[in-house]
């Protein structure tokens, strides 16, 4: 499905859009531009060093609070896509994941912007510093620019 970098500029996977995503008049549905954007993030936590596993032996998982997305042009079966990954951690409960999913060519298809945190699973809470998880787990922090 892609295949992931992340020397220059923000982290990114590539995709190729397949038949099966795509709806009536023949452009990516728009509930794949989450997946899509969901298995960047994934696959930035995974060359990071952080893996499901891990997360849940440190007793939290990330969520989901807030998800915006800018269509800009149509995406159709067959193109390859690069799909871009930054967090932007400050000193917050929160953090922010600025993505965009762009064309062979530089167009940008779509702009996504999260907003999430880390949820203590015990205590079904965010917690204080994110951040310092995401640290602690990582072989890679600078994925994170931390």
């Known amino acids: 499905m892609s295949e992931a970098s992340g020397a220059s500029g923000p982290f ?7 038949g099966y995503e795509t709806d009536v008049l023949g452009h990516l549905n728009q509930s794949v531009y989450l997946n899509y954007a969901e298995h960047a993030r994934w696959s930035l936590l995974q060359a ?7 997360l849940i032996a440190k007793g939290v998982g990330p969520v989901a609070l807030e998800t915006t997305i800018r ?17 932007l951690m400050e000193e917050s409960k929160i953090f922010r994941v600025e993505q965009e ?7 940008v298809a779509a702009e996504i912007t999260a907003t999430g945190g ?6 079904r809470k ?19 620019g931390l």
Do not use: N
């Open 71 to 87: 269509f800009k042009r149509e995406l159709r079966a067959g193109e390859e896509v690069e799909v871009t990954c930054d967090f």
């Open 101 to 107: 999913i762009r064309k062979t060519d530089g167009t």
């Open 48 to 54: 990071a060093g952080i893996s499901q596993s891990g």
């Open 118 to 123: 880390l949820m203590d699973l015990k205590e």
């Open 12 to 18: 990114s996977v590539r995709v190729t859009v397949r």
């Open 126 to 144: 965010l917690v204080a510093e994110p951040r310092e998880y995401f640290r602690a787990l990582a072989s890679d922090p600078r994925l994170f």
